[in-house]
T-cell receptor
Framework: RKEVEQDPGPFNVPEGATVAFNCTYSNSASQSFFWYRQDCRKEPKLLMSVYSSGNEDGRFTAQLNRASQYISLLIRDSKLSDSATYLCVVNPGDQKVTFGTGTKLQVIP | DVKVTQSSRYLVKRTGEKVFLECVQDMDHENMFWYRQDPGLGLRLIYFSYDVKMKEKGDIPEGYSVSREKKERFSLILESASTNQTSMYLC????????????FGEGSRLTVL
């Protein structure tokens, strides 16, 4: 089983829609979790950390479910500019940082 | 503004050549990473380093080595390049306090002929 798994998509959604991605991880001892965004032909950039109690940043909400070992990212009121690949990241507490393969989102006018 | 700089954006090398990819960060970060990114496979960790002269194997270290003689610089070395090492190589750094918050360079696109 892969350490971090994501549905590759693509998710094609209309502007204004709400979309959610999940990411499962295999190491139950994992301690910190993140969502990154990668635009086409660009480097990944941190979108938001994922806290145990869940956290929100504008239209973006991240949640952690330790019991089922997954994290989620919810995007409300999708914009064309949200089109990108979203990567989940899991850190087991040491310096090794593992990325999922990414979920591609395409927001359609 | 924080910065991770990779020395070469595009390289074309021949099979068997030795290849050096250089990465420099100006954030005084302890951790540095080398990933490669291929379509459908995502980012795969090659090597990482958590301190000067320290290195740890990632998930796909075969065919690669690294060097970290100074805190700000982390080099990836392909001793004898092969065609299956054609890829996008991404360097990143992070602090020990926020290991998972990585700052990436723009990437080095390597083609091995």
């Amino acid at each position: 089983r892969k350490e971090v798994e994501q549905d590759p998509g693509p998710f094609n959604v209309p502007e204004g829609a709400t979309v959610a991605f999940n990411c499962t991880y295999s190491n139950s001892a994992s301690q910190s979790f993140f969502w990154y965004r990668q635009d086409c032909r660009k480097e990944p950039k941190l979108l938001m950390s994922v806290y145990s109690s869940g956290n929100e940043d504008g239209r973006f909400t991240a949640q952690l479910n330790r019991a089922s070992q997954y994290i989620s990212l919810l995007i409300r009121d999708s914009k064309l500019s949200d089109s990108a690949t979203y990567l989940c990241v899991v850190n087991p507490g040491d310096q090794k940082v593992t990325f999922g393969t990414g979920t591609k989102l395409q927001v359609i006018p | 503004d924080v910065k991770v700089t990779q020395s070469s954006r595009y390289l074309v090398k021949r099979t068997g050549e030795k290849v050096f990819l250089e990465c420099v960060q100006d954030m005084d970060h302890e951790n540095m990473f080398w990933y490669r990114q291929d379509p459908g496979l995502g980012l795969r960790l090659i090597y990482f380093s958590y301190d000067v002269k320290m290195k740890e194997k990632g998930d796909i270290p075969e065919g690669y080595s690294v060097s970290r003689e100074k805190k700000e610089r982390f080099s990836l070395i392909l001793e004898s390049a092969s065609t299956n090492q054609t890829s996008m190589y991404l360097c990143a750094s992070s602090s020990t306090a926020n290991t998972g918050e990585l700052f990436f360079g723009e990437g080095s696109r390597l083609t091995v002929l």
